[in-house]
């Protein structure tokens, strides 16, 4: 059998945490369309947080929100449980690290990284050692004369970093930072945010919409979508016990097949009743199944729950990704096992694997893999990147 599920992080931050930032029924609209829809949202002391979504989904304006940048058409902004609505960005206790980096360009290393506090008028003793210890923890000692311009796009996120974390704010605000980087960059500066978080004990607030990024940094994951937010959990729960067809689709791939909820424990898909573990659910109510496609076994034709024909294979260096039509219905299917395509085989599906969710406004747009394809996948990520996230 496949291992399932996947596992539960280290270091989730406390559900007895102290709030720290809060915002109730927030909305923003821009030239008349609804860009947050009456949003509610806690933060707490000490956690990593990430807003996660596809590009308009209101993850940047939220952040935005937050930082002060821009405010709400209606709603409270609460820091501390202080309304801070009215107050100016330079008076929250927030720093933001963008994408692009904004740097000071006439001035090094070291300068840029002091900048905020040779405006507070700091002693030189007092500087020194606290950019030296922001040079430590973003492991750019010996750079302090460089020039900024000089740097990798990795080093200049650094100098970023620890611009933003010298302030020791209680807030620090991250809106896409590693999207320029390149993808071994990104995994490792993505650890070494995680590790920065954990050593300052600063709350980071995060955005992005790589949904790996997201499962692998955060304590909370917050998954939003046309200007509201689907889900609010751990990376666990966000995985295994999504809340509706867009969360199971967006989140990892996911079969999202028509259902209905027969009895307690009891689903019918496919043609076929099936034991799963969910329940609450009306007798015979019509519902979205989801089955993650590692959590499918392949085995023989008379031994299969279910019976298919393999549309393509593609090797994925860990595992085959196998397509297979079932009643018309494209499944993906992850295995370590080889199957040919135009083989017939049978599928085995253990209770646990089944995850039932209600009907919503997402059902019967995700999870048949007919279109399937990593080309459509790499089209639509180079549109992204070339769009820009219009929020």
Known sequence: MNEKKILEPEGVAS??????????????????????????????EKEFMTLLGPSGCGKSTTLNIIAGFVTPDTGDVLFDNVKINDVPANKRHV???????????????????????????????????????????????????????????????RVAIARAL????????????????DLKLRKDMQNELKNMQRKTGITFIYVTHDQEEALSMSDTVVVMANGKIQQIGTPTDIYNEPENAFVADFIGESNIIDGVML??????????????????????????????PEDVDVVPVDKGMLVGEVTSVTFKGVHYEIIVDIDNFKWMIQSTDYVAPNQKIGIYIEPDAIHVMKKSEFSNMFGDYSSFSDELEHLSDTNEEENGEDE
């Open 263 to 292: 009895d307690d424990y009891k689903a019918k898909f496919s043609g076929h009743e099936f034991e799963c573990l969910d329940k609450g659910f009306s007798k015979n109510e019509p519902v979205d199944v989801v089955i993650r």
């Open 95 to 157: 720093n933001t690290v963008f994408q692009k980096y904004a740097l000071f360009p006439h001035l090094n290393v070291y300068e840029n990284i002091a900048f905020a506090l040779r405006l507070k008028k700091m002693s030189e003793e007092e500087i020194y050692e606290r950019v030296e210890e922001m040079l430590a923890m973003v492991n750019l000692r010996g750079f302090e004369k460089r020039d900024v311009n000089l740097l990798s796009g990795g080093q200049q996120q």
């Open 15 to 44: 559900c007895e945490a102290k709030k720290i930032v809060e915002l109730i029924d927030v909305a923003k609209s821009f030239d008349g369309e609804i860009v947050l829809d009456h949003i509610n949202l806690v933060v707490k």
């Open 166 to 181: 010298i302030n020791r704010p209680k807030v620090l605000l991250l809106d896409e930072p590693l999207a320029a980087l």
